[in-house]
């Protein structure tokens, strides 16, 4: 997105009754908008003591804060939870369903093109929802029952989720941790661009050429583990920057945030959707507060410079399937 436009979008803020600003959105290539900041509810980061019931409040109290979207999946075994989460905030009438917007993700074992609208259906009965906002395919890679390689191709998988958008199940659909090889691919032989590509992006793994094809595409790019390797991940060995990094901390002085929001506010910068994940009450407030100030181009390519192309996430034990996305880096 071009600079001009992504400060006109950023300047549509809304207030709720209740007086907390409500993120902008950015405009998908299908004509719906998304909100420009999500709740993260993956469970690969939660600590031991956390619980599934941490979930449900942590969505009720992101939609408190004003909070519109949520990202959620299938795999991570929490729509349920969610779904609850969702449906007290609307209970307690801070919201109606068409103020929020939802994602779910399909998962490996499922992508067969008839599967997909049954696994979506499975989807919403979990969330209690009639329809999601996005649904996307969670990995190129497809998967038997059992994890070993399955030989379906994501051409066809995407059949089957362009027949849920027609069924009125989600909105829009998209894709997660797809390479530039395969969006075009994928675009080159169904001649339907998706409308989100959900990859990770952070300080240490900045997607830069990614992230311009997706743009160059008109797609929407959300990033996952936003916070990289700020936050404490299983390595003690783990590249910088840390939260106490002198670059970020001085500009989280200069603008009065943390080095966390600091980070988020970087991606926004890019048009990216950041998925912060937090159940803490606090930070679930901290992360929503990056839209009344912003960062100057210097500054975004300051924090670009951090990149080493290392991965949180990778899933190593997939590297030899035929679709796994992750060849360069
Ligand atoms: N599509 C995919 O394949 C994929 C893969 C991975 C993740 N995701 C999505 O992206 C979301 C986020 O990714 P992630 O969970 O890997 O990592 P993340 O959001 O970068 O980091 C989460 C960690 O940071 C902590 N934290 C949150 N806010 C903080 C703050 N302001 N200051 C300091 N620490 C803070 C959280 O702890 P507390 O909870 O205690 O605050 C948690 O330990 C996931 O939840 C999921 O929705 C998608
Ligand atoms: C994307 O993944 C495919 C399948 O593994 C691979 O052939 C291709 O080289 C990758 N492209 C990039 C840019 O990493």
């Not at 939609?63 to 979207?69: D, V």
């Not at 939802?102 to 499922?110: A, F, G, M, P, S």
């Not at 169904?190 to 300080?203: G, L, W, Y």
């Amino acid at each position: 997105m071009s600079p001009l436009l992504l400060a006109f979008v950023l300047t549509i803020i809304s207030y709720n009754e209740a007086g907390a600003v409500q993120p902008p959105t950015f405009k998908l290539n299908d004509g719906n908008e998304i909100p420009a900041i999500a709740l993260g509810t993956g469970r690969g980061t939660a600590k031991e003591s956390e619980t599934l019931e941490d979930v449900r409040q942590a969505v009720y109290w992101a939609i408190e804060a004003g909070y519109r979207h949520i990202d959620t999946a299938a795999v991570y075994f929490d729509e349920e939870q969610v779904g609850q989460g969702i449906a007290q905030a609307i209970a307690d009438k801070l919201v109606t369903r068409k103020d929020l917007y939802i994602t779910t993700k399909l998962w490996n074992d499922k992508h067969r093109r008839e599967q997909v609208v049954p696994a979506l259906k499975d989807s919403l009965k979990k969330l209690g929802l009639e329809y999601v906002d996005l649904y996307l395919i969670h990995f190129p890679v497809a998967v038997k029952a059992d994890g070993t390689s399955d030989d379906v191709h994501y051409v066809d998988t995407w059949k089957g989720m362009m027949e849920a958008k027609e069924l009125g199940l989600t909105r829009s659909i998209g894709v997660s941790n797809f390479n530039t090889t395969q969006i075009a691919d994928l675009i080159q032989r169904t001649k339907v661009v998706p409308a989100v590509n959900e990859i990770e992006v952070n300080p240490t793994l900045t997607q830069e050429a990614l992230v311009n094809y997706c743009q160059s595409q008109g797609i929407v790019v959300m990033g996952y583990s936003p916070f990289g390797f700020l936050v404490s991940r299983r390595s003690a060995s783990a590249p910088p920057p840390r939260s106490d990094d002198p670059v970020l901390v001085a500009m989280a002085q200069k603008y009065g945030k943390t080095t966390a929001q600091i980070v988020l506010r970087y991606l926004i910068e890019r048009g990216i959707v950041p998925i912060p994940k937090s159940t803490n009450k606090a930070r679930i407030v901290q992360n929503k507060d990056v839209f009344d100030f912003s960062l100057t181009p210097a500054e975004v390519e300051a924090i670009n410079k951090f990149n080493k192309n290392i991965r949180v996430i990778s899933i190593s034990s997939w590297k030899n399937y035929p679709l796994y996305p992750f060849c360069e880096y």
